[in-house]
């Protein structure tokens, strides 16, 4: 048995709905599977989330309060008054950015950027940044991907005669900021058709409206920030991203290309797997450890040179990055275990004096993935008595909803259900821990703290061809609310299994249902290996590819999950470093069984391992279900372990059958061996065994232990007497059976039970424990 790593969310098929849409679309059962499982359940709704092409974006004046931006901008270029385009530093905010600033330059504005400094002046518009807009003589400033939050300094705006519009995407709290205008889908006041934009979507709106047209050659850049912020990729940002990556396959910025390059990336296999992996990141990595401006110069510049150094620079930024992220993850983690163990934290709250700030959403992000619980990460100014934190979630806890209760202690607060990003006081830190962990207390459940994973279709071996998996590339560009497809095969044999890797910390693996195999690959599931036996079935959940090697393709899985469910049999019966296979099994599950008193010290089993063994004598009633079984040796009788097996159920059964003494390939006499021996002794009469018996096995071509049991043997039954070594005729025994010997049933109960355990094939051995096994033990996800 071998449980997953999550729990899977397998979707129900509506095989007639499938049906249908195969017929009519013209494409497999498991595309049309995935089209239905996915709401899009109608020829017109499926044709047009994959048919992206011809689609025309929404009308950028349906947004509240565009009229009100244009015409400002328009009075500004007519009135030659500067603008200033007030940017963030993650990836959308650079991209968001670039594409206002475009084009307010191809109208004609007089305009620059800003993008504040994380480390110096934190997240979003600030006090001293308008006030020195205003020195600078900017007359407008257009906040993008952020300023929904600015209340105080819209207010400063004010003051200083500064019309201030707010293009934003993220949450807007109870109150909006008094500015100019406020372009904001998610607005309640606003009849937009669709409010999931990026905020690089809401200011290719901006820039759609501005230029009156389409603004197709931004699309690339609008992919970037769509893509990397991690929005829904549906509706109109699907369109975003599937044309984005489509112009950037054939992109002429000089800077994007220079970056790519960087990446090992060729134009032509762009997918958003390169924005989410390559671009972004890199992106990312200028704003998380320094000022953001030469991402956004790299967008935008159109000097070769210039590009090919500022992506060296990226670069650079990106590897620092890399490093960092690893050391604070480190830091973390160990907090974690030592002072906040999940365990006793419904949510986990961890703050470093020294950690870079830049990259504490990373950390966040990487200990949910480790513990699984709602986490915030903050970074320490000792100096200012503040703490500057980001926060990830997990599905069922909504950070937004939970973190806006908590705004008396949050002076600065924005995000979404799944992240946010916040600054308090040191001193309220410990307070906002308490009251996070009874939020989470309260609203999780055992069963929140175990991830979930959507399986999008259920499927055989023989389905999965080039042609589904070509197919399967009409849904992308894959993202949230439109992830990768997740499916999973049931019932499937390992044909094959091998470690792969430097480290052994992959795993290779061919499965076979009904005659037809499959590649499968897990990157990081190498220690899977030791968890499934041969023959095992198992149940395989990934996402499908095409594996390119040397012209020949041919279809594979990425393994995400997988699972054993049903009961294990190990067969460690040829193992000679025995202390170490076992010192590898889960002690929280190693139960150890031996039916001799003096196996523990004939194996030398280490004494760490020692208080999970259990002495089996008589009929013993274990609490073993569940749980890992090692049966050291082989038992007393047959019915001893069929009766503990009986009466519980394990998970797995580790079999040793460890074995001081082998019975089965010693001579067991025949009656001709006993009849001469006898004969022997009639001819002879009495005799010292202990001298001549190496003789007599030896004329005979017998061992000396086969003379020993044949004597013993006559002396159970009262043939002959044996005194002081002497062997003699007992001429007055009467005549009994073998089978009376204690000595000869205990022989041939010996020989039964190591050819019944100890030399069985593993196929045999198998079919036994399954015979004895009456309660059988299953997982399910």
Request: with cysteine; aromatic share 8%.
């Given at each position: 048995?071998?449980?997953?790593?999550?729990?899977?969310?397998?979707?129900?098929?509506?095989?007639?709905?499938?049906?249908?849409?195969?017929?009519?679309?013209?494409?497999?059962?498991?595309?049309?599977?995935?089209?239905?499982?996915?709401?899009?359940?109608?020829?017109?709704?499926?044709?047009?989330?994959?048919?992206?092409?011809?689609?025309?974006?929404?009308?950028?004046?349906?947004?509240?309060?565009?009229?009100?931006?244009?015409?400002?901008?328009?009075?500004?270029?007519?009135?030659?008054?500067?603008?200033?385009?007030?940017?963030?530093?993650?990836?959308?905010?650079?991209?968001?950015?670039?594409?206002?600033?475009?084009?307010?330059?191809?109208?004609?504005a007089n305009v620059d950027f800003y993008i504040p400094n994380r480390f110096t002046e934190g997240y979003g518009p600030n006090e001293n940044a308008f006030r020195q807009a205003k020195?600078?003589?900017?007359?407008?400033?257009?906040?993008?991907?952020?300023?929904?939050?600015?209340?105080?300094?819209?207010?400063?705006?004010?003051?200083?005669?500064?019309?201030?519009?707010?293009?934003?995407?993220?949450?807007?709290?109870?109150?909006?900021?008094?500015?100019?205008?406020?372009?904001?889908?998610?607005?309640?006041?606003?009849?937009?058709?669709?409010?999931?934009?990026?905020?690089?979507?809401?200011?290719?709106?901006?820039?759609?409206?501005?230029?009156?047209?389409?603004?197709?050659?931004?699309?690339?850049?609008?992919?970037?920030?769509?893509?990397?912020?991690?929005?829904?990729?549906?509706?109109?940002?699907?369109?975003?991203?599937?044309?984005?990556?489509?112009?950037?396959?054939?992109?002429?910025?000089?800077?994007?290309?220079?970056?790519?390059?960087?990446?090992?990336?060729?134009?032509?296999?762009?997918?958003?797997?390169?924005?989410?992996?390559?671009?972004?990141?890199?992106?990312?990595?200028?704003?998380?450890?320094?000022?953001?401006?030469?991402?956004?110069?790299?967008?935008?510049?159109?000097?070769?040179?210039?590009?090919?150094?500022?992506?060296?620079?990226?670069?650079?930024?990106?590897?620092?990055?890399?490093?960092?992220?690893?050391k604070i993850t480190e830091e973390a983690i160990k907090q974690v275990e030592e002072k906040y163990p999940p365990k006793d934290n419904s949510f986990i709250i961890v703050e470093g004096?020294?950690?870079?700030?830049?990259?504490?959403?990373?950390?966040?992000?990487?200990?949910?993935?480790?513990?699984?619980?709602?986490?915030?990460?903050?970074?320490?100014?000792?100096?200012?008595?503040?703490a500057k934190g980001s926060a990830r979630s997990i599905a069922g806890f909504d950070l937004f909803e939970n973190l806006s209760e908590c705004r008396d202690i949050l002076p600065h607060?924005?995000?979404?259900?799944?992240?946010?990003?916040?600054?308090?006081?040191?001193?309220?830190?410990?307070?906002?821990?308490?009251?996070?962990?009874?939020?989470?207390?309260?609203?999780?459940?055992?069963?929140?703290?175990?991830?979930?994973?959507?399986?999008?279709?259920?499927?055989?071996?023989?389905?999965?061809?080039?042609?589904?998996?070509?197919?399967?590339?009409?849904?992308?560009?894959?993202?949230?609310?439109?992830?990768?497809?997740?499916?999973?095969?049931?019932?499937?044999?390992?044909?094959?299994?091998?470690?792969?890797?430097?480290?052994?910390?992959?795993?290779?693996?061919?499965?076979?249902?009904?005659?037809?195999?499959?590649?499968?690959?897990?990157?990081?599931?190498?220690?899977?290996?030791?968890?499934?036996?041969?023959?095992?079935?198992?149940?395989?959940?990934?996402?499908?590819?095409?594996?390119?090697?040397?012209?020949?393709?041919?279809?594979?899985?990425?393994?995400?999950?997988?699972?054993?469910?049903?009961?294990?049999?190990?067969?460690?019966?040829?193992?000679?470093?025995?202390?170490?296979?076992?010192?590898?099994?889960?002690?929280?599950?190693?139960?150890?069984?031996?039916?001799?008193?003096?196996?523990?010290?004939?194996?030398?089993?280490?004494?760490?391992?020692?208080?999970?063994?259990?002495?089996?004598?008589?009929?013993?009633?274990?609490?073993?279900?569940?749980?890992?079984?090692?049966?050291?040796?082989?038992?007393?009788?047959?019915?001893?372990?069929?009766?503990?097996?009986?009466?519980?159920?394990?998970?797995?059964?580790?079999?040793?059958?460890?074995?001081?003494?082998?019975?089965?390939?010693?001579?067991?006499?025949?009656?001709?061996?006993?009849?001469?021996?006898?004969?022997?002794?009639?001819?002879?009469?009495?005799?010292?065994?202990?001298?001549?018996?190496?003789?007599?096995?030896?004329?005979?071509?017998?061992?000396?232990?086969?003379?020993?049991?044949?004597?013993?043997?006559?002396?159970?039954?009262?043939?002959?007497?044996?005194?002081?070594?002497?062997?003699?005729?007992?001429?007055?025994?009467?005549?009994?059976?073998?089978?009376?010997?204690?000595?000869?049933?205990?022989?041939?109960?010996?020989?039964?039970?190591?050819?019944?355990?100890?030399?069985?094939?593993?196929?045999?051995?198998?079919?036994?424990?399954?015979?004895?096994?009456?309660?059988?033990?299953?997982?399910?996800?």
């Amino acid at each position: 048995m071998l449980a997953s790593k999550s729990r899977w969310n397998v979707r129900e098929p509506n095989k007639e709905l499938i049906e249908q849409l195969a017929e009519s679309m013209g494409v497999a059962p498991l595309i049309a599977s995935l089209l239905v499982n996915r709401g899009l359940d109608t020829i017109e709704n499926a044709k047009e989330f994959l048919y992206t092409e011809d689609q025309e974006f929404h009308d950028p004046f349906l947004m509240e309060d565009m009229d009100k931006l244009v015409d400002r901008v328009k009075l500004a270029v007519e009135n030659d008054e500067k603008i200033l385009v007030f940017g963030d530093y993650d990836a959308d905010g650079v991209s968001s950015t670039t594409v206002l600033v475009t084009a307010l330059r191809e109208i004609g504005a007089n305009v620059d950027f800003y993008i504040p400094n994380r480390f110096t002046e934190g997240y979003g518009p600030n006090e001293n940044a308008f006030r020195q807009a205003k020195e600078n003589g900017y007359a407008v400033i257009i906040t993008v991907d952020t300023g929904i939050s600015a209340l105080h300094e819209a207010k400063v705006a004010k003051e200083l005669e500064i019309d201030l519009i707010i293009t934003d995407h993220h949450e807007p709290g109870p109150e909006l900021p008094d500015a100019f205008a406020i372009v904001h889908p998610k607005k309640e006041t606003c009849s937009y058709p669709f409010d999931d934009l990026a905020g690089v979507g809401v200011a290719y709106k901006v820039a759609h409206a501005l230029l009156g047209k389409n603004p197709e050659h931004l699309l690339e850049v609008a992919a970037i920030g769509t893509i990397a912020d991690l929005v829904p990729l549906v509706g109109e940002n699907r369109l975003l991203a599937s044309k984005g990556i489509k112009k950037m396959k054939q992109t002429t910025r000089v800077g994007l290309k220079a970056l790519l390059q960087k990446c090992g990336v060729e134009l032509h296999t762009i997918t958003e797997e390169t924005v989410g992996f390559s671009i972004g990141p890199r992106i990312n990595a200028v704003g998380r450890l320094d000022n953001a401006d030469p991402a956004v110069h790299l967008l935008m510049t159109e000097d070769v040179e210039e590009a090919k150094m500022l992506a060296e620079e990226m670069e650079s930024y990106n590897k620092e990055r890399q490093q960092i992220v690893t050391k604070i993850t480190e830091e973390a983690i160990k907090q974690v275990e030592e002072k906040y163990p999940p365990k006793d934290n419904s949510f986990i709250i961890v703050e470093g004096h020294d950690w870079n700030a830049g990259v504490i959403g990373i950390v966040a992000s990487r200990l949910v993935d480790r513990f699984y619980r709602p986490t915030i990460v903050l970074s320490l100014d000792e100096e200012k008595g503040q703490a500057k934190g980001s926060a990830r979630s997990i599905a069922g806890f909504d950070l937004f909803e939970n973190l806006s209760e908590c705004r008396d202690i949050l002076p600065h607060f924005g995000g979404h259900p799944m992240a946010a990003g916040m600054t308090l006081n040191i001193k309220d830190v410990e307070e906002l821990r308490q009251r996070m962990n009874q939020k989470a207390a309260q609203k999780l459940t055992e069963e929140d703290y175990t991830p979930i994973t959507d399986v999008d279709i259920e499927c055989r071996v023989d389905e999965v061809t080039l042609e589904t998996i070509e197919q399967l590339e009409m849904l992308s560009p894959f993202g949230v609310a439109n992830p990768k497809p997740k499916v999973l095969v049931k019932g499937v044999l390992p044909q094959q299994i091998r470690q792969i890797g430097n480290k052994s910390n992959h795993l290779k693996l061919v499965i076979e249902q009904e005659g037809s195999s499959l590649d499968c690959v897990g990157f990081g599931f190498g220690e899977t290996y030791h968890h499934i036996s041969p023959g095992a079935s198992l149940d395989v959940l990934g996402e499908l590819s095409i594996n390119e090697w040397n012209n020949f393709r041919k279809p594979q899985v990425f393994l995400k999950d997988i699972r054993v469910p049903e009961w294990q049999l190990f067969d460690i019966r040829s193992i000679k470093q025995l202390n170490q296979t076992l010192a590898g099994i889960d002690r929280e599950k190693l139960h150890i069984l031996y039916f001799n008193e003096k196996t523990l010290d004939d194996v030398m089993l280490q004494d760490d391992l020692r208080p999970y063994a259990t002495l089996v004598q008589g009929e013993a009633a274990l609490d073993i279900t569940g749980k890992y079984i090692v049966i050291l040796d082989i038992p007393t009788e047959e019915a001893v372990l069929s009766n503990i097996l009986q009466s519980a159920a394990p998970e797995r059964i580790y079999a040793s059958f460890y074995q001081k003494e082998n019975h089965f390939f010693s001579t067991i006499p025949t009656r001709e061996h006993f009849k001469w021996f006898y004969g022997l002794l009639a001819k002879k009469g009495s005799f010292d065994l202990s001298k001549h018996a190496e003789d007599i096995a030896k004329h005979r071509g017998w061992s000396k232990e086969t003379v020993d049991f044949i004597s013993q043997v006559f002396f159970d039954l009262e043939f002959v007497t044996i005194d002081k070594g002497f062997i003699a005729l007992n001429h007055a025994a009467k005549k009994r059976d073998f089978e009376e010997s204690q000595t000869y049933r205990k022989k041939q109960q010996q020989v039964m039970l190591e050819n019944l355990f100890l030399y069985s094939s593993y196929k045999q051995l198998k079919a036994w424990f399954d015979q004895h096994l009456t309660k059988q033990c299953t997982v399910h996800s």
